[in-house]
């Protein structure tokens, strides 16, 4: 079964600094990889995702992933981070050999910039 | 178009009430699915549905039921509700081909006393 690991609980960062959430996962398959964030009583809203093709993604708000097979990674990033970044993101992932869209998400880091 | 919709909003409930999440999309998607979020625990599927009565079980289906009779509308009933049961209720929808991201209603929060 698919799953995902996001190691890290709380991710404190200065504004302007560079912001990196970890992402680590496990499928059987090729992986569908995803990154949502969630601001506080709202639903996930969709920033990225890998399916196939360059192992560089770009998404919304300046974020960007970065696909890394051997590693079985998919960190996101963004080179300089805003107060208003602060939020819960959460990786997901969805097992390619699979034919459903069933996605295992990890727990969630949540993101901290101090001003 | 409204996205995904969840209603209640917010939701009170004693041991051993039944009740229904509503759960329903005008993207014309097929799969759908519900998860629960909980503090430390990420979002865990309880159960999920690729196209009009058709629904199979996720991670944690205890103590829920769904069906899916129309391809807009995914309702989810808690059976008889346990404290266990209280979280923060999520519908998400998606395409079965394609995109694959899936789109995420407000959520339900459900406290059960």
């Known amino acids: 079964a698919q799953s995902v690991a996001q190691p890290e609980d709380q991710v404190n960062v200065a504004e302007g600094n560079p912001l990196t959430v970890k992402c680590t996962y496990s499928v059987s398959g090729n992986p569908y990889l995803f990154w949502y964030v969630q601001y506080p009583n709202r639903g996930l809203q969709f920033l990225l995702k890998y399916i196939t093709g360059d192992n560089l993604v770009k998404g919304s708000y300046g974020f960007e992933a970065e696909f890394n097979k051997s590693q079985t990674s998919f960190h996101l990033k963004k080179p300089s981070a805003l107060v208003s970044d602060s939020a819960l993101y959460f990786c997901?992932?969805?097992?390619?050999?699979?034919?459903?869209?069933?996605?295992?998400f990890g727990k969630g880091n949540q993101v901290v910039v101090i001003p | 178009n409204a996205g995904v919709t969840q209603t209640p909003k917010f939701q009170v409930l004693k041991t051993g009430q039944s009740m229904t999440l509503q759960c329903a999309q005008d993207?014309?998607?097929?799969?759908m699915s519900w998860y629960r979020q909980d503090p430390g625990m990420g979002l865990r599927l309880i159960h999920y549905?690729?196209?009009?009565?058709?629904?199979d079980q996720g991670e944690v289906p205890n103590g829920y039921n769904v069906s899916r009779s129309t391809t807009e509308d995914f309702p989810l009933r808690l059976l008889s509700a346990a404290p266990s049961q209280t979280s923060v209720y999520f519908c998400?929808?998606?395409?079965?081909?394609?995109?694959?991201?899936?789109?995420f209603g407000p959520g339900t929060r459900l406290t059960v006393t």
């Open positions: 997901a992932v969805r097992d390619g050999l699979y034919g459903n869209n069933r996605l295992a």
């Open positions: 998400a929808s998606s395409t079965t081909g394609g995109s694959y991201e899936q789109y």
């Open positions: 549905s690729v196209g009009a009565g058709i629904t």
């Open positions: 993207m014309n998607h097929e799969y």
